[in-house]
């Protein structure tokens, strides 16, 4: 199915803003940095997103259009990987079997968003489509768990974002807990209390913690 982009003066009204256009053939890159499914189709097969959704996760845009992991969001059904899998597959089904004009070009998408400009990724989790692309999905590595990354990939993680908090909130989780499970990886000891109450003992009843 032959997709036609459309001029300039449309992207820049959409949610991912405008754009840096490049030759034909090569992916939009949206000054942004949020890469909508929307955007991405001009460029890859709706297989290849759906392949790398399901390799890699994906991101939702918030009501404040803060991206954030559809993997904590599995009770709301339109905010899904799984709601965006079904969009892409209805897609999909039109790159099979083409018609005249495709759905992605219906002329209610130039005065509203079209659902799946709320999904994508962030430049940062952008994954390789190049490489989806052009190898057999059975041969694809599924990625390790970011909580299950390695203590050189935690550290290389935060110098790259610049702190723990930037961190969290690229992967999509408290500052807390990525904290916790960082300090663990890296093998940072937990901070000693400084009270010397024995173990379960509040320290206000310890020996010389009240004053006489």
């Given at each position: 199915m032959?997709?036609?982009?459309?001029?300039?003066?449309?992207?820049?009204t959409?949610?991912h803003?405008?754009?840096?256009?490049?030759?034909e053939?090569?992916r939009?890159?949206?000054?942004?940095?949020?890469?909508?499914?929307?955007?991405?189709?001009?460029?890859?097969?709706?297989?290849?997103?759906?392949?790398?959704?399901?390799?890699?996760?994906?991101?939702?845009?918030?009501?404040?259009?803060?991206?954030?992991?559809?993997?904590?969001?599995?009770?709301?059904?339109?905010?899904?990987?799984?709601?965006?899998?079904?969009?892409?597959?209805?897609?999909?089904?039109?790159?099979?079997?083409?018609?005249?004009?495709?759905?992605?070009?219906h002329?209610?998408?130039?005065?509203?968003?079209?659902?799946?400009?709320?999904?994508?990724?962030t430049?940062?989790?952008?994954?390789?489509?190049?490489?989806?692309?052009?190898?057999?999905?059975?041969?694809?590595?599924?990625?390790?768990?970011?909580?299950?990354?390695?203590?050189?990939?935690?550290?290389?993680?935060?110098?790259?974002?610049?702190?723990?908090?930037?961190?969290?909130?690229?992967?999509?989780?408290?500052?807390?807990?990525?904290?916790?499970?960082?300090?663990?990886?890296?093998?940072?000891?937990k901070?000693?209390?400084?009270?010397?109450s024995?173990?379960?003992?509040?320290?206000?009843?310890?020996?010389?913690?009240?004053?006489?």
């Amino acid at each position: 199915m032959k997709k036609k982009i459309r001029p300039l003066s449309h992207y820049t009204t959409t949610t991912h803003g405008p754009f840096k256009p490049r030759k034909e053939g090569q992916r939009l890159d949206p000054v942004s940095g949020w890469y909508s499914l929307w955007l991405l189709l001009h460029t890859y097969r709706a297989k290849v997103l759906a392949t790398a959704i399901e390799h890699h996760g994906l991101f939702v845009l918030d009501r404040f259009d803060r991206p954030t992991s559809t993997s904590g969001k599995p009770d709301t059904h339109d905010e899904s990987s799984n709601h965006a899998l079904d969009l892409l597959a209805a897609i999909a089904a039109e790159e099979r079997h083409p018609g005249p004009v495709s759905t992605l070009d219906h002329e209610k998408w130039e005065f509203e968003s079209h659902p799946l400009e709320r999904f994508g990724w962030t430049k940062s989790h952008l994954p390789d489509f190049e490489k989806i692309a052009n190898t057999d999905d059975t041969k694809l590595s599924v990625p390790v768990p970011w909580s299950q990354r390695s203590a050189q990939e935690f550290r290389e993680e935060v110098q790259r974002l610049g702190s723990l908090s930037a961190a969290a909130k690229a992967n999509g989780v408290k500052r807390q807990r990525y904290t916790r499970v960082h300090d663990k990886a890296i093998g940072k000891p937990k901070k000693q209390s400084d009270s010397k109450s024995a173990p379960g003992v509040p320290g206000w009843i310890s020996p010389g913690a009240r004053s006489k």
